[in-house]
């Protein structure tokens, strides 16, 4: 049964009724003389280049968006007076920043000829307050394309996660095995997920990136390192923003994919522009038996490994006159899964057989509105709104059992650009969230939820000075409060009265990016970059049920990084190398006799580890449709020794590794697409690592994971206009191998499929 969440009350909706009057009436109120930019886009032989993306950027981000048409001809009127940034955002293609500066109603034509580029430019909206070019955000950030993702024929976002340096993902078994992202060292529940800006992780910052499709996905952007200053809890190691397609000209498409252990996969989707109006609609049904009937080491029969997944998703925007921007986003689904356990390797000895019977389900709702439009003396106001429900099923030979996480989010920012070069921004963000499961009980053994609220106070300033130097400093102060838990004194280790707790905590940014040399059209271009700051993340359900520790804290992490990016042949080729430092403190750990002198709760704030790295990648993009691309982590973690004794929380000992992450890793990816034929092949490799026994987990003790490498490859043809035949071959050696300790990876597999897309 899901417990109550009540909505905000009448002076939210008495106050959202006025914002939308507010908003209506400036969507109404058009600019009087306003400009019109207008040009053509060419590649480097001067022909046109249709369905291309043009950004015009301003002091606080995007103020215009529109795609080339057939002819490779763009227009975008209703210009404001004033200067702004042209950018253009092509797969395989780069072109020069253009400024402009109009005026007068006056209508401008900008020609535009793109060139080749290792990294297309992309307008990032997920690494501080005011969406920004990626080449001038001081932080690590990668982009994933939607052409990238058919490319390589990628089915989860977590297989798109895989050769982002500095994570790790690792996945229990085969598709729709618990999925977990481990980011620069830090927990798998350090990663804070949004889809189209609707946080979606459950109570604590845990998300399980298995039931993530990418269909309809415009692009993946992550940022790495603790991103508190900007998002607040749980966005304490990395941020992982999923962004689906909206807008641009009118488009239908389709896949089916058919292949091993009856894998059937289905997709459909539209998206396009009318006017002010945007939509983009998706929809993904995917069935596969995964290791049903398959033959264990031990001679047993794999049963119940079977898995559903169906995801549907949806955005509505406009872009009116006035500089109105508004957006609704929604998405559903659901997912079911057979959960065999864990099959494969036995270092004790003491696994029980094939579990017929264990299976759960998993069902998300998730919509979020969000408002953009200008107030006097050049501040633009942005106001959103989001609701997330959470609900998990779960069914094994102990009886039924049930979670759940649902959040409001309310969050205002007020934007102000003070000169050319100083941009601020300052706001309020407030959360509301309730965790349940059936595990936590109150004084009468009925299951009661765990309330927490939060209120997010936080400003970023932008710096730029002469275009070369780009300083960001950023802060965000957070008072959580945390409703009261009744006792459980029938529990096997009785719960007292946890009373409301009330924490604030300030986390800090400061980040710098510095060209070096010419800025533009140069043959070698040189940045570099730093950063420092702070993250948190709270206690979950189960820390907060199963303790007697009334003052339980959050996690926290202090992290410093230095990167440079080097451009060759005017962006063909670039280099990428990254070091970053965390130390992790206050982790929440079980106390137990070999820590009984740290502390006299069953569980609390005593562990400490940390965490270093290099991460480095290389991309080029040569003639002849060819692209090459490689990265490379190499990782130190370290387990420290607890607060006030010598020693670490069992099993580890004080030096041990961090279980789950390994010391290195790396994917080289080729490319190869012409106007006939598209083809990939991928290599990722990564060597042992430490994790724990996987029937009896820590009391089990410590085991290494063997390393591997995978090969994958694929091509795809176009039939006719708009039909295309793909196929893949994933681990093409069929090496058989773990990811995590027990739970067999996929073996060789094949799919086969077909792609089909119309557009005007």
């Not at 008495?14 to 060419?42: D, E, I, K, M, S």
């Not at 005026?103 to 060139?115: D, K, M, S, T, V």
């Not at 939060?454 to 965000?476: H, K, N, P, Q």
Request: proline share 5%; aromatic share 6%.
């Amino acid at each position: 049964m899901r417990s109550g969440f009540p909505f905000p009350g009448t002076r939210w909706a008495h106050t959202l009724r006025r914002t939308a009057l507010c908003l209506c009436l400036l969507g109404a109120a058009r600019t009087a003389a306003a400009a019109t930019l207008a040009g053509r886009v060419v590649d480097p032989d001067g022909r046109a280049v249709p369905h291309v993306r043009i950004v015009i950027t301003g002091p606080l981000g995007a103020v215009a968006d529109t795609v080339t048409g057939a002819a490779g001809d763009y227009e975008v009127a209703d210009l404001p007076d004033g200067r702004y940034a042209v950018r253009v955002v092509a797969d395989g293609f780069v072109a020069p920043v253009a400024e402009v500066i109009v005026a007068g109603g006056e209508r401008r034509e900008l020609p535009i000829q793109l060139r080749l580029g290792a990294v297309e430019e992309a307008i990032v909206v997920s690494a501080s307050q005011i969406d920004a070019a990626r080449s001038e955000i001081p932080a690590s950030v990668t982009v994933i394309t939607a052409a990238d993702l058919q490319a390589r024929q990628i089915e989860t976002v977590a297989d798109a996660l895989r050769d982002v340096p500095g994570l790790s993902v690792t996945r229990s078994g085969g598709r729709g095995g618990l999925t977990s992202l481990f980011p620069r060292g830090g927990s798998s529940n350090y990663t804070l997920v949004l889809v189209d800006g609707v946080r979606t992780n459950t109570f604590g910052g845990a998300f399980d990136f298995a039931h993530l499709s990418v269909a309809n996905i415009d692009r993946i952007e992550v940022v790495r390192g603790p991103q508190s200053a900007l998002y607040g809890s749980e966005a304490i190691g990395a941020v992982v923003q999923v962004i689906t397609k909206r807008g641009g000209a009118p488009s239908l498409n389709g896949l089916l994919e058919a292949g091993s252990q009856g894998t059937v996969r289905a997709t459909v989707g539209t998206a396009g522009s009318r006017g002010a109006w945007s939509w983009g609609l998706g929809a993904e049904r995917l069935a596969t038996d995964g290791f049903t009937g398959a033959t264990s080491d031990a001679g047993d029969t794999v049963t119940n490994d079977d898995y559903t997944r169906t995801q549907a998703t949806g955005t509505l925007g406009y872009r009116g006159g006035g500089g109105v921007d508004a957006m609704v986003a929604a998405s559903l689904g659901t997912d079911e899964r057979g959960f065999p356990g864990p099959w494969g390797a036995n270092p004790i000895g003491v696994f029980g057989g094939i579990d017929a019977v264990s299976r759960g389900t998993n069902e998300n709702r998730r919509v979020g509105v969000r408002v953009a439009h200008p107030l006097p003396a050049g501040v633009r106001q942005r106001i959103e709104a989001s609701y997330t429900d959470l609900a998990s099923d779960f069914v094994s030979g102990f009886g039924p059992s049930s979670s759940g996480t649902k959040r409001f989010d309310g969050r205002i920012q007020e934007d102000v650009a003070v000169s050319r070069q100083l941009v601020l921004s300052a706001g309020a963000e407030f959360i509301r969230e309730q965790g349940r499961s059936t595990f936590v009980t109150g004084d009468g053994g009925q299951p009661i939820p765990v309330n927490r609220r939060s209120l997010g106070l936080f400003g970023e300033a932008r710096l730029t000075a002469g275009r070369r130097l780009i300083v960001t400093a950023g802060l965000r102060l957070e008072h959580m409060v945390r409703q009261a838990v009744e006792p459980d004194p029938t529990a096997f280790q009785p719960r007292p009265l946890l009373p409301r707790q009330s924490i604030r905590s300030l986390n800090p940014k400061l980040a710098a990016v510095y060209t070096v040399g010419p800025l533009a059209g140069a043959w070698a271009t040189t940045r570099v970059r730093a950063s420092a700051g702070t993250g948190i993340r709270p206690p979950d359900v189960f820390e907060i049920a199963f303790t007697d520790n009334a003052d339980l804290q959050p996690e926290r992490s202090r992290s410093v990084e230095a990167g440079v990016e080097q451009q060759l042949a005017r962006g063909a080729v670039v280099l990428d190398a990254a070091w970053f430092g965390n130390r992790y403190d206050d982790l929440i750990v079980t106390v137990g006799r070999a820590l009984g002198g740290a502390s006299r709760y069953r569980t609390d704030n005593i562990s400490n580890a940390r965490a270093r790295g290099l991460e480095l990648s290389a991309q080029t993009r040569l003639p002849y449709g060819l692209r090459a691309a490689g990265t490379y982590t190499r990782l130190a973690t370290e387990t420290l020794a607890v607060d006030g004794l010598g020693a670490a929380p069992p099993p580890f000992r004080a030096g041990d590794p961090l279980i789950r992450r390994p010391g290195h890793q790396g994917a080289l990816d080729l490319r190869y697409a012409t106007s006939r034929l598209s083809a990939f092949a991928t290599v990722t490799l990564r060597s042992r690592m430490l994790d724990l026994e996987p029937n009896f987990g820590g009391s089990g003790g410590l085991f290494d994971t063997p390393g591997y490498a995978v090969i994958d490859f694929g091509a795809a043809v176009p039939l006719r206009r708009g039909l295309e035949l793909f196929g893949r071959i994933n681990n093409a050696a069929n090496r058989r191998y773990e990811e995590t300790l027990g739970y067999p990876a996929l073996g060789r597999t094949g799919l086969v499929g077909v792609r089909v897309a119309a557009s005007r």
